[in-house]
């Protein structure tokens, strides 16, 4: 049932391209200029009428919102929160009667999700769900459901789930700025033309294994390891993170690469690793001194950044190059070479790849 693959984990990050494309799949025109969600069927009146949008979630989920709220930010200027579901449930938020409320769940079933979800609905909110699994509570329980095509995910690490939550929120952000006629609207087209370009070249970058591998092996007795990024690049850098602790039990921190200044520096010392992403075009310079910052502390740098990027290699110690997409999409391509470190970060370390201690694939507990 692992397909010939060591690990489920391995499986599923292989399963990207199809997971992606699937969950693409009758979603958008056939002329490639309108995005068709069938299970929303909203009124312009609906989508013009919401003036904020509360993503609620946990974990990897709650990390494919924080690229959501950037997203739907960029393309429709509503305002976005992101929540973790275990702390939003347990303030008082506060919400006009025209917030939309969206819960992202792989399973569709954690608890705390839900149950932000049932409060949601009892203050008269309307909910839109994502969720990968058909009949789940979430799914049941949502006014409307974006379903993930990413197929049963098995390893208790997130891989194919996160870049189809992802997915699934480009194309909502991509409606909600087509029915309400927003800034980004004359972006669509493009946006979803890019969209449909990125199976092949998520293909493209799981070539990069063996390249990632190599690197983990080497590294894979550090206890600590940090991630660096700005904008979507810091979204991206905090599931980087989570995976590596998750599974290869190394302590990870990720960082907007411009905080670090503010205190983390402190912890950078001669050799330890650094995983900067660099994807994000406007902020390039930014980043790029970040990283001198921590090469002048003798950090070891892997930089993950666009094929023909030379530049880099005068800074980072090692480069990993993803093929180049807008680099509004770039977390969907940018994450998975950080799934391989962390996959390879635990095999190196002889772990329990698809069940790491402590924990459970559905958190359905408090
Ligand atoms: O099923 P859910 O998406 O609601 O699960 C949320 C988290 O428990 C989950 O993403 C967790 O963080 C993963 N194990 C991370 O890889």
Request: proline share 4%; with cysteine; aromatic share 6%.
């Amino acid at each position: 049932e692992k397909g010939g693959y060591e690990h489920f984990m391995l499986k599923e990050i292989y399963e990207q391209p199809k997971a992606i494309r699937d969950t693409l799949t009758g979603r958008i025109s056939e002329d490639g200029q309108r995005v068709i969600l069938k299970e929303l069927d909203w009124t312009p009146e609906q989508a013009g009428s919401i003036d904020r949008i509360h993503i609620v979630a946990c974990g990897t989920s709650w990390h494919a919102g924080l690229v959501g709220k950037t997203v739907i930010e960029k393309l429709t200027r509503i305002p976005v929160d992101v929540e973790i579901a275990s702390e939003y449930r347990y303030r008082d938020p506060i919400v006009t009667e025209n917030t939309l409320v969206v819960v992202i769940s792989q399973s569709g079933e954690t608890l705390d999700t839900l149950t932000a979800l049932r409060e949601s609905k009892q203050r008269g909110l309307r909910v839109l769900a994502i969720t990968n699994v058909l009949g789940s509570s979430v799914n049941r329980e949502a006014d409307n459901t974006i379903i993930t095509m990413a197929g049963p995910e098995i390893a208790v690490a997130s891989t194919k789930a996160y870049t189809t939550q992802v997915i699934a929120l480009y194309l909502f952000a991509c409606y909600m700025a087509q029915l309400r006629g927003s800034v980004g609207a004359p972006q669509v087209p493009e946006i979803l033309t890019a969209l449909k370009g990125l199976p092949e070249l998520a293909e493209k970058v799981l070539q990069t294994a063996p390249a990632i591998e190599g690197f983990a092996r080497r590294y894979a007795d550090k206890e600590d390891a940090f991630f660096i990024g700005r904008g979507l690049d810091y979204a991206v850098s905090l599931e980087g993170s989570l995976k590596l602790k998750e599974i290869s039990y190394i302590h990870a921190e990720a960082y907007a690469a411009g905080e670090l200044k503010h205190g983390t520096l402190a912890l950078i010392t001669e050799g330890v690793p650094v995983i900067a992403l660099v994807t994000q075009d406007d902020l390039y310079e930014k980043t790029v001194s970040n990283i001198v910052e921590v090469k002048a502390r003798d950090a070891y740098v892997l930089a993950l950044t666009w094929q023909g990027d030379t530049n880099i290699r005068k800074t980072a110690d090692e480069v990993i190059t993803i093929p180049r997409t807008l680099p509004f999409l770039a977390p969907v391509l940018a994450v998975i070479p950080l799934q391989l470190l962390a996959y390879y970060a635990s095999v190196a370390r002889g772990n329990d790849v698809d069940k790491p201690r402590n924990l459970a694939k559905s958190v359905t507990v408090e």
